[in-house]
C-alpha cells in the first residue's frame, strides 16, 4: 500500500481547512504536498474526512477577544448602554466626605459615642436581667459593674472637649 495517492477526484476543501484534498480510488482522503510560509514543503498526508490540519485551525479567543474584534459595544458585559450614556452617579473626589477624624473635638466625639453605646447594651443587659430572660454570665456582670465607670468618661471627655 503506498502513501501516494493514485488516480483520483481532487477537490478543494475551503471549508475544511483551505487545503487541496485529493480521494484516492479506494476512498481515502489525502492532503497533497503544500509549500509553508518559510519556503519548506510539507508532504502529502493521509487524513480522515473532516480532519483539519493543526496549523490551519482558527486560533482560540475568549469571548472578550471575539467582542473587540467583532466591534460589539464597549459596555461591560450586564450593563445598560443608556445607563452608561446617561453619565457617571459618582461624587467629584472633593465632595466626599472623610472618614478620618479631623479636628480635635471630631476625636472626642467618636469616644463619647463609643461609650455612650457600651452604656446602651448595658442598659439592654439589665433589663433583660430584670425581666428574667437573661441569667447573667460572669463577663456580663463584670461588664454591668463597669457602668460607673463608662458614665464618669462621658463626662471627662465632655468637659474636655468644651475646653478645645
Not at 447573667?136 to 454591668?144: D, E, F, L, R, Y
Not at 464618669?152 to 471627655?157: A, F, G, N, Q, S
Request: hydrophobic share 30%; with cysteine.
Amino acid at each position: 500500500m503506498s502513501t501516494k495517492p493514485a488516480a483520483a477526484k481532487t477537490k478543494p476543501s475551503c471549508s475544511e481547512g483551505g487545503d487541496l484534498r485529493v480521494e484516492t480510488e479506494n476512498g481515502e482522503t489525502f492532503i497533497t504536498a503544500t509549500q509553508r510560509a518559510d519556503g519548506t514543503w510539507r508532504k502529502a498526508r493521509r487524513v480522515k474526512g473532516g480532519y483539519i490540519p493543526q496549523d490551519e485551525q482558527p486560533k482560540y479567543q475568549n469571548k472578550m477577544q471575539l467582542e473587540a474584534t467583532n466591534g460589539r459595544s464597549s459596555v461591560p458585559a450586564g450593563v445598560n448602554p443608556r445607563a452608561m450614556a446617561s453619565g457617571s452617579s459618582r461624587k467629584p473626589v472633593s465632595a466626599i466626605k472623610a472618614n478620618v477624624c479631623i479636628t480635635p473635638q471630631d476625636h472626642f466625639q467618636k469616644k463619647i459615642d463609643l461609650t455612650k453605646k457600651k452604656i446602651e447594651d448595658i442598659e439592654g443587659m439589665e433589663s433583660r436581667i430584670a425581666s428574667g430572660e437573661l441569667v447573667p454570665q460572669p463577663n456580663q456582670v463584670k461588664k454591668i459593674a463597669r457602668k460607673q465607670e463608662y458614665l464618669d468618661e462621658i463626662e471627662k471627655l465632655t468637659l474636655e472637649m468644651k475646653k478645645l
